[in-house]
């Protein structure tokens, strides 16, 4: 168990560009959540799966912003057209999609940086 | 809805107790409490499920009330390890985690 990873760590972009971000989970959880997280905030929540199937998105998402899960694996996050705004850490974290549990496993987040 | 924390911030002497509390409007299906290192990933500390439920490991432990609208981490005899930022989590009907804003915990030797 290797644990969530996440690629790239650190991101710094021009405004007006655009930035993917991949999150492979723990293998065999069927769940992926995607975050942003500012400074001296608490994550917010973005998006996640089951499986491949996108469950729910926050309506604070534009539509500037989709995320994907084929084959229900790996995710990728893109943002498009970036603005100063987006800069923030941007965690995943999968789960074994156990009710009792609920546990979240979090990678080290990609850090994304609009000039 | 995001649940609310109190206090926002909470300064320690090494072996102080300390208390976070978690509040919300509604009914949570579940609460989650969190911990996050300066510079890392959130960790799962523990979930809580029923209400009137209690639940710990070593000095660290949470309750939920009867009406699943309040919970509240208790950190008893605090290490230096406790440091860090601590987040109440709505567990959500629907898979979907809400997290509060946080309460920064500082121990000092």
């Known amino acids: 168990d290797t644990g969530v990873s996440q690629d790239p760590r650190h991101k710094i972009t021009k405004r007006g560009q655009n930035v993917t971000f991949r999150c492979d989970p723990i293998?065999?959880?069927?769940?992926l959540y995607w975050y942003r997280q500012t400074l001296g905030q608490g994550p917010e929540f973005l998006t996640y799966?089951?499986?491949?199937?996108?469950?729910?998105k926050s309506r604070l998402l534009s539509d500037r912003f989709s995320a994907e899960r084929p084959k229900g694996s790996f995710s990728t996050l893109e943002i498009q057209h970036t603005e100063q705004g987006d800069s923030a850490m941007y965690l995943c974290a999968s789960s074994p999609g156990k009710r009792g549990t609920g546990e979240l496993f979090f990678g080290e987040g990609s850090r994304l940086t609009v000039l | 809805q995001q649940p609310v924390q109190s206090p926002q911030a909470v300064i320690l002497r090494e072996g102080e107790d300390a208390v976070i509390n978690c509040s919300s409007s509604?009914?949570?299906?579940?609460v989650h409490w969190y911990r996050q290192k300066h510079g890392e990933a959130p960790v799962f500390l523990m979930i809580?499920?029923?209400?009137?439920e209690q639940k710990g490991h070593d000095k660290i432990s949470a309750s939920f009330n009867e009406k699943k609208q309040q919970s509240s981490l208790y950190l008893t005899a605090s290490q230096l390890s406790y440091s860090g930022t601590y987040f109440c989590v709505d567990g959500g009907s629907n898979y979907k985690l809400t997290f509060g804003k946080g309460t920064l915990l500082t121990v000092n030797p």
């Open positions: 809580l499920l029923k209400g009137g």
């Open positions: 509604k009914a949570l299906y579940s």
């Open positions: 293998s065999e959880h069927n769940r």
């Open positions: 799966f089951q499986n491949e199937a996108q469950l729910e």
